[in-house]
């Protein structure tokens, strides 16, 4: 395999080097170059994605298992973003997962966490990565350095405090949360409040309180406040991420936490109890990959990943057709013009397989195949509309599952799974 050979700056600030190159089985898989020409991607110029954005996945990975369902024959593509949802895929055993980020710390994150899985005791890697207390993670780093590629070593060697304060808290958006729970939540709810939310055992005592201790003046103040485009995209994202945006952005993240504090059960859902206390205390409430059962089975995949820095408008365009089978597409969509994504999902055809299938969600901006590609791209809406009821992280608008239909002559122009779990 080829090594990404970087001297440890963010990728957007590199020289650039060779192009990009898929590097499959190899321990230390982080590889792919973007940098130094003009960027294909809209967005990527921007400072916000030269740092860790996200350190924990903000998608629910259990929806799109299941619109995926993913298995031995599957190569999946997935964009890498916290790396978390990756390695939940993996727990499908596909023969090969590739996972893409222009975000170059993006990248290293997911090194970080593979190397953590494959030289850690279950143990010791909830207390490295931020779960649970530790006497000392720089120890621990040390300990697991060697199962970084020359890159991602030299990345988190420069960043010695993020690896103290444990990698699942250090994201921009991670940050933004907790100074919501520590400015300003207590106005609105205690701890104590909190607490009995998280405890509630069913959906109707979740809507019970909801309506009687919840939903009050002050919570919806709250929403306008902090959850304002403007605010949201200084402390939390970023402007150039809602440059598509025309909907008020504040009564519909409103809506959508009523939706998930009262439609969907609090018992499992690990991204409510983050919100809420920025710590993972119940062990039935955690993210996939950090569930004890699924480590061993997550250390013996690993080798099935390829890490890719590099853009999706990039990195297409050079792979062959029928190349990839599963695609987990986060909502990169949301920050491209209609002409680049109409283009973007002409390239995910191409490389799709026949009957691949395609899973994304939006958050504020509506984006699907374009016209040319209906009998195509064939959206499944019953299954779509059931992964967006059921995503835990409830900050969604709509969730889309697509299937790539390569071969006419099977008259395949309206068919779709109709898979929606009961
Ligand atoms: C699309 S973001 C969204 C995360 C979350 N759903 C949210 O809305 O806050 C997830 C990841 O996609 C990466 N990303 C966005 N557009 C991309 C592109 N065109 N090519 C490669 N990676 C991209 C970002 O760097 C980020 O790590």
């Known amino acids: 395999m080829s090594k990404l050979s970087g001297r440890g700056q963010l990728a957007a600030e590199r020289p650039r080097q060779d192009r990009p190159s898929t590097c499959a089985g190899d321990r230390t898989p982080l590889c792919g170059e973007a940098n130094g020409s003009v960027p294909k991607s809209e967005i990527r110029v921007e400072r916000v994605f030269r740092s860790i954005l996200y350190s924990q996945?903000?998608?629910?990975?259990?929806?799109?298992?299941?619109?995926?369902?993913?298995?031995?024959?599957?190569?999946?593509?997935?964009i890498a973003a916290s790396g978390d949802n990756a390695l939940a895929y993996l727990l499908d055993e596909p023969r090969s997962l590739t996972a893409l980020d222009f975000n170059f710390s993006q990248c290293c994150l997911l090194e970080l966490k593979m190397a953590a899985l494959e030289k850690l005791s279950h143990g010791e890697?909830?207390?490295?990565?931020?779960?649970?207390?530790?006497?000392?993670?720089?120890?621990?780093?040390?300990r697991i350095r060697d199962a970084l590629s020359g890159p991602a070593g030299e990345f988190w060697d420069a960043h010695p405090r993020l690896i103290e304060r444990g990698v699942i808290h250090v994201g921009r958006f991670e940050r933004y949360f907790a100074l919501f729970r520590r400015c300003s939540?207590?106005?609105?709810?205690?701890?104590?409040?909190r607490?009995?939310?998280?405890?509630?055992?069913?959906?109707?005592?979740?809507?019970?309180f909801y309506r009687r201790r919840w939903d009050g003046v002050r919570w919806r103040t709250l929403f306008r406040l902090f959850f304002d485009r403007a605010v949201m995209a200084r402390l939390g994202r970023d402007p150039a991420m809602f440059r598509y945006v025309e909907d008020d952005v504040a009564s519909a993240v409103r809506e959508r936490a009523r939706h998930g504090l009262t439609e969907i059960p609090v018992a499992s859902n690990w991204f409510l109890e983050y919100i809420l206390r920025g710590a993972y205390e119940t062990p039935g409430r955690r993210p996939t990959w950090l569930i004890e059962d699924n480590h061993p089975k997550l250390?013996?995949?690993?080798?099935?990943?390829?890490?890719?820095?590099?853009?999706?408008?990039?990195?297409?365009?050079?792979?062959?057709?029928?190349?990839?089978?599963?695609?987990?597409?986060?909502?990169?969509?949301?920050?491209?013009?209609?002409?680049?994504?109409?283009?973007?999902?002409?390239e995910l055809w191409r490389v799709s397989r026949d009957n691949a299938v395609l899973s994304y969600r939006e958050m504020m901006v509506g984006r699907t195949r374009p016209a040319a590609l209906e009998g195509k791209l064939a959206e499944d809406e019953d299954l779509g509309a059931w992964c967006h009821r059921h995503?835990?992280?409830?900050?969604?608008?709509?969730?889309?599952?697509?299937?790539?239909?390569?071969?006419?002559?099977?008259?395949?122009?309206?068919?779709?799974?109709?898979?929606?779990?009961?």
């Open 57 to 78: 996945s903000w998608e629910d990975p259990e929806v799109d298992r299941r619109a995926l369902d993913i298995g031995p024959r599957d190569d999946v593509f997935t």
């Open 391 to 422: 995503d835990r992280s409830f900050f969604y608008g709509a969730h889309h599952v697509l299937t790539a239909h390569k071969e006419p002559a099977m008259g395949h122009r309206v068919r779709s799974r109709s898979a929606v779990p009961r």
């Open 299 to 346: 250390r013996r995949l690993l080798s099935r990943v390829t890490i890719v820095n590099d853009e999706i408008e990039r990195f297409l365009p050079e792979r062959a057709e029928g190349s990839f089978s599963k695609f987990s597409l986060s909502d990169i969509f949301e920050y491209m013009s209609e002409a680049a994504s109409d283009r973007l999902f002409g």
């Open 185 to 193: 939540l207590p106005w609105v709810h205690s701890r104590r409040t």
């Open 125 to 142: 890697l909830l207390e490295f990565v931020g779960v649970s207390p530790s006497p000392g993670r720089a120890r621990t780093y040390r």
């Open 195 to 208: 607490d009995e939310l998280l405890a509630c055992r069913t959906l109707d005592e979740q809507r019970d």
